[in-house]
């Protein structure tokens, strides 16, 4: 049986800045902040892996497969990157200036670390197509496909979830009360 195929490609969608929401909706949104500071600002990005599997299926007979990865195409997305300013600070303000430039901090970090992040997933995607090995499943023949599918997801999992950790260690070293007590000192004018 030939080795399977597989393709793996990236795409990082650009920023889409917001000053539509009040402090109290993106309060909401960012969830859990520091006690005694008001939300300002707040950015939030997401991934999306996607994996499109093609098999060839053996019929065993008794409602078994024997199931063999043909290729696997896995798409990585940067699929979200949004930026809330709070419309307390309209556009032209100082404080909307400054809490911008601190937002696309956060954007910067989850565009570096996701470029950083792809050469790993990529390559542990291509150990996971490399190790897939054909597999007996009772069910019907989609089933067999799904579980075949879902067990390569599942391999994937830990090499993804460094990508959040990661993000989340870089943004938290921005988000103290030392920084933003230094953001708040550039503006006179803060509401």
Known sequence: MPAPQWAFETDMAAPAYRNDRS????ARLAGRGLPGYNQQGLTRSDTEFELTVSVS????GQD??????????????LSRVEVDIVREHPPGTCPHAVIR?????????????FVRHAGT???RFAQ??????????RGSASEATRRLRDRMLAAMKSTLAAYDREVAAANAVIDTPESYRAETAK???WK
């Open 57 to 60: 299926i053996a019929a065993l």
């Open 101 to 113: 430039a601190h937002e696309d901090q956060h954007v910067a970090i989850a565009q570096k670390l």
């Open 187 to 189: 503006c006179p004018d």
């Open 64 to 77: 078994r497969y024997c199931v063999a990865l043909q290729d696997a195409k896995a798409d990585w997305r």
């Open 128 to 137: 996971v197509v490399q190790d897939s090995r054909p597999v007996i499943v």
């Open 23 to 26: 402090r109290a909706e993106v």
């Open 121 to 123: 997933v990529r390559a």
